[in-house]
């Protein structure tokens, strides 16, 4: 079957820019996760939706970045105003409820001018 | 999440067994040890998971020691196929989520 699909593969912006990233969950996974990954910082948690549940944005750098999740399928990640160290592969996760495997997608690399 | 300790690097041969340790001395009862491999290019990738009992599954093997402070992924018969980023992630079952990734071990294979 499908595993989680991200577009677009690569980003491009220029620096004060708005982008939108895109993350298809796996079907009938209820949880989903944002991580990213750039070289100084390592993989690191950014968001995690669990089916109707309030989000836990506790790892979101700052308040420039949102994200949603509509209908509990696809979500979007926004990122205002990037700045250069926003440039970073950004990750989609998704899974069962609960604490078992996740299955990430290919990514987003965000490269920000 | 607990922390986890795991040497930066390793090297191995094409076809031998190769012992990934990692150290967790501060685990608690209820946190299981999972690991995630990162192949060049690609997003992390689940490997197996365990709590107290040595797992196996297609991929590899998972030696936990009976203090639950260490534990061993083992792959058996390494390919260039291998060659990635292991991540060792403590995970409280009834916690938060999220993965938390240290910096991992990135294993290199030679021909």
């Known amino acids: 079957g499908a595993g989680v699909s991200q577009s677009p593969s690569n980003k491009v912006t220029e620096k004060g820019k708005d982008v939108e990233l895109r993350c298809d969950p796996i079907?009938?996974?209820?949880?989903l996760y944002w991580y990213r990954q750039s070289l100084g910082q390592g993989l690191e948690f950014l968001i995690y939706f669990q089916g109707n549940s309030a989000p836990d944005k506790s790892g979101l750098p700052s308040d420039r970045f949102s994200a949603e999740r509509t209908g509990g399928s696809v979500s979007t990640l926004t990122i205002q105003r990037t700045q250069q160290e926003d440039s970073a592969v950004y990750l989609c996760a998704s899974n069962l409820a609960g604490p078992g495997e996740q299955f990430f997608g290919p990514g987003t690399r965000l490269t920000v001018l | 999440d607990a922390k986890t300790t795991q040497p930066n690097s390793m090297e191995s041969n094409e076809e031998e067994p190769v012992h990934l340790p990692c150290n967790h001395s501060t685990i608690s009862g209820t946190d299981y040890i999972h690991w995630y491999r990162q192949l060049p290019s690609q997003g992390p990738e689940y490997v197996i998971h365990g709590l107290t009992s040595n797992v196996n599954n297609r991929m590899a093997s998972l030696a936990i020691a009976e203090d639950r402070k260490s534990s061993t992924l083992i792959l058996h018969r390494a390919t260039l196929r291998d060659a990635a980023v292991y991540y060792c992630i403590l995970r409280d079952v009834g916690g938060a989520q999220k993965l938390v990734f240290g910096q991992g071990t990135r294993l290199t294979i030679n021909p």
């Open positions: 079907s009938g996974h209820t949880a």
